[in-house]
């Protein structure tokens, strides 16, 4: 069965910080690795699919990456800001249907 | 273009009555996905619809779960008989979805539901 286990549970941190988060599944056998954002009281924010093919995806301040080997992949946010204070989740997607999600990572960014 | 909606964004029930979720999923999407977010637990999934295909209903906890799609559109998901177990977050998530292919889900803002 797989299981996603995302690393730090919560992060506090300043702004202007470098950030990575980590996600790590047990069943190498992906199609893709979706991270999303998700805030209080709202759906969740696609930020980055990457496709079992590809090593890392990068969207402005964000960057991800992927070893399928080894079953991690790590979000990084340059200069965070306050704006970023979310809740972050990866989710590896075994075919082509359902998302199995990780717990997610809680990060808070302070001026 | 609009998004994912669901209906109602908050529901308060009492144990034992039956409730109905509404999804709405984005004009033209084939495939629509139920998941559950429960407090301090990640997302479970639920029930997935693609065209007209049977749906995978591989996530549902129990029979009291149950959920509909009519053709590629709106879709209900029921609980009959509610325990306060059952209380959480309910997301839809739609996507275009082609044979063998693994698109990116866009989800609603969800429905909170409280069984006291």
């Known amino acids: 069965k797989q299981e996603v286990t995302q690393i730090p549970a919560a992060l506090s941190v300043p702004e202007g910080e470098n950030l990575v988060l980590n996600c790590s599944f047990t069943?190498?056998?992906?199609?893709?690795l979706q991270w999303f954002r998700q805030d209080p009281g709202k759906g969740l924010t696609s930020l980055l699919l990457?496709?079992?093919?590809?090593r890392e995806q990068t969207s402005g301040r964000l960057n991800a990456s992927l070893d399928k080997s080894s079953g991690r992949s790590t979000l990084y946010i340059a200069a965070s800001q306050p704006g970023d204070s979310a809740t972050y989740l990866c989710?590896?997607?075994?075919?082509?249907?359902?998302?199995?999600f990780g717990t997610g990572t809680r990060l808070q960014v302070f001026p | 273009g609009a998004g994912v909606s669901q209906s109602p964004s908050n529901k308060v029930t009492e144990k034992g009555k039956d409730v109905e979720l509404r999804c709405d999923p984005i004009?033209?999407?084939?495939?629509l996905y139920w998941y559950r977010q429960r407090l301090g637990q990640g997302l479970e999934f639920l029930i997935y619809?693609?065209?007209?295909?049977?749906?995978?209903k591989s996530g549902l906890p129990s029979d009291r779960f149950s959920a509909e799609r009519t053709g590629e559109s709106v879709s209900t998901l029921t609980i009959q008989r509610t325990q306060q177990e059952d209380s959480a977050v309910y997301l839809c998530?739609?996507?275009?979805?082609?044979?063998?292919?693994?698109?990116?889900?866009?989800f609603g803002p969800g429905t909170r539901l409280l069984v006291l």
């Open positions: 998530a739609s996507s275009f979805s082609l044979a063998g292919t693994s698109p990116t889900q866009y």
């Open positions: 069943d190498s056998a992906i199609y893709n």
């Open positions: 990457i496709q079992s093919s590809q």
């Open positions: 989710a590896v997607i075994p075919g082509t249907d359902k998302l199995i």
């Open positions: 004009s033209g999407h084939t495939a």
């Open positions: 619809f693609q065209g007209n295909s049977a749906p995978d």
